[in-house]
C-alpha cells in the first residue's frame, strides 16, 4: 500500500470579533476549512507572553457534562489553526488600539486591574 501524503488543509475567510479584555479573553474567530467547513465560536485568549490561546467551543448538557464541537487533535493541528487566526487578529487589534475599530463595553464586561 503506498502512503497518502495529504496537502495541509487550507484557512480561510478569518473574521475577528474583539471584545474589551476580561481575564485574558480578547475577542472570538470564525474562518473556513478547506472550503467546506465553517468553524465558528473560538474564543480568544492573550497569554501573558503576548500569545494567544484559542480555545474550542464546547456544548454544556443539561446533566452538567460538556461535549467538545471541535477542536484539533494534534498539537500540530493547533499551531496550524492558531498561527492564521493570531495573525488577523493582531492586525485587527492593531486597529482598535489606533481608533480606527470600536469595541464597545457592555454590563459585565468592563476591564479587570
Given amino acids: 500500500m503506498q502512503d497518502v501524503v495529504n496537502p495541509a488543509p487550507r484557512i480561510s475567510q ?15 474567530a470564525s474562518c473556513v476549512l478547506d472550503d467546506w ?5 473560538i474564543a480568544l485568549h492573550a497569554k ?3 500569545s494567544l490561546r ?6 454544556r448538557l443539561t446533566n452538567g457534562k460538556t461535549l467538545a464541537l ?8 493547533t499551531e496550524y489553526l492558531t ?19 470600536v469595541v464597545k463595553k457592555w454590563p459585565g464586561n468592563e476591564e479587570t486591574s
Avoid: Q
Wanted: hydrophobic residues 50%; neutral net charge; charged residues 20%.
Fill in 54 to 59: 484559542l480555545v474550542f467551543p464546547v456544548k
Fill in 70 to 77: 471541535f477542536h484539533p487533535v494534534s498539537r500540530e493541528g
Fill in 14 to 28: 478569518i473574521e475577528i470579533f474583539p471584545l474589551p479584555p476580561r481575564r485574558g479573553l480578547v475577542g472570538f
Fill in 48 to 50: 501573558l507572553d503576548g
Fill in 37 to 41: 467547513l465553517f468553524l465558528s465560536g
Fill in 83 to 101: 498561527a492564521p487566526i493570531a495573525e488577523a487578529f493582531w492586525r485587527v487589534w492593531g486597529m482598535v488600539e489606533r481608533g480606527e475599530i
